[in-house]
């Protein structure tokens, strides 16, 4: 199996396009020890041709144009592509308006839980990938389902299973101060597996906690990408970006005591790459101290390109 990272970054991307905090301007400046990063988002593939999308970033142009493996086929015909199945995570605008730029009638399918899908069948401009070429298929949770996508047997599963997160930003509702009218499926984890060699490995780029479910869940995996968004919960405080915490936004943070360098520490697996990782995060600076923590922890930091074969 094929894993390339199409983007590292969380919504916004970096640099952010508004965004003139420390970071995001650093590596505007071109910064030694920094890289810009797209939007979240991977591309798998089983047999190097044939190829998913899991999540659908703003910058998916961008990201085809830049991965020659998923550009169309010079002999297969005036209209083709690799991409046979999209499968979207939860419903934030950093993972879902990518598909807009899967339009043109190209065939492919969607895979999503019914409360994501839900979003998508709420917004008419996702029907520009019109249903009759592009399936929405809304699996089961905790249960594997066969990736399938124009016509094409992917040779990989996706198992989804619901993560402690959050609602889409753009869908809380404000009264609703305990969980913002957040449900089981808002946000969900995947498991992938290719069905040939039985290799698999986890995939929660947006997650608020891992929690013994969880934890049980991941043990002993061969390789995770977890959501990175945040060094510390209260670091856009700090550096006068926003007043959200990482927990108010979903997100666990991977320092602190219930961050996730803590909680994986006793799970003995194997891989552990960061992905969504949001412009405030000081590991996004090579040389910071909180990049030294993660790296000596034995943590990764993705990258955009970043090509992991399982
Ligand atoms: C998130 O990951 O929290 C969202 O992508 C935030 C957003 O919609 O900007
Ligand atoms: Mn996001």
Known sequence: MIIKILGSAAGGGFPQWNCNGLHSANVRAGKPGYRARTQSSLAISANGSDWALLNASPDLRQQIN?????????????????????????????????????????KFSIYGSDRV??????????????????????????????????GVDLGLTVEAFAVPGKIALFLEKGGEKENYGSRDGDTIGLKITDTATSKSFFYIPGCAEVDPP??????????????????TDDEMVVQGLSHKT????????????????????????????????????????????????????????????MEVRL
């Open 66 to 106: 830049d991965t020659p493996a998923l550009h169309p086929s010079v002999d297969g015909g005036l209209r083709n592509s690799p991409i046979k199945a999209v499968v979207v995570t939860n419903a934030d605008v950093d993972h879902i308006t990518g598909l807009i730029n899967l339009r043109e009638g190209q």
């Open 117 to 150: 899908l839900a979003t998508l069948n709420a917004n008419s401009i996702f029907n520009v990938c019109a249903p009759e070429n592009v399936p929405r298929i809304a699996f089961a949770l905790d249960r594997p389902t066969q990736l399938t996508g124009a």
């Open 214 to 231: 969880l934890a049980e869940r991941i043990k002993g995996a061969e390789l995770i990408f977890l959501d990175g968004t945040l060094f």
């Open 246 to 305: 990482a927990q108010r936004m979903g997100h666990i943070s991977i320092s602190g005591p219930n961050g996730s360098i803590a909680a994986l520490k006793p799970l003995s697996i194997a891989r552990r790459i960061y992905v969504h990782i949001n412009n405030s995060n000081p590991v996004l600076d090579e040389n910071s101290e909180a990049r030294r923590i993660v790296d000596s922890a034995g943590w990764e930091v993705g990258f955009d390109g």
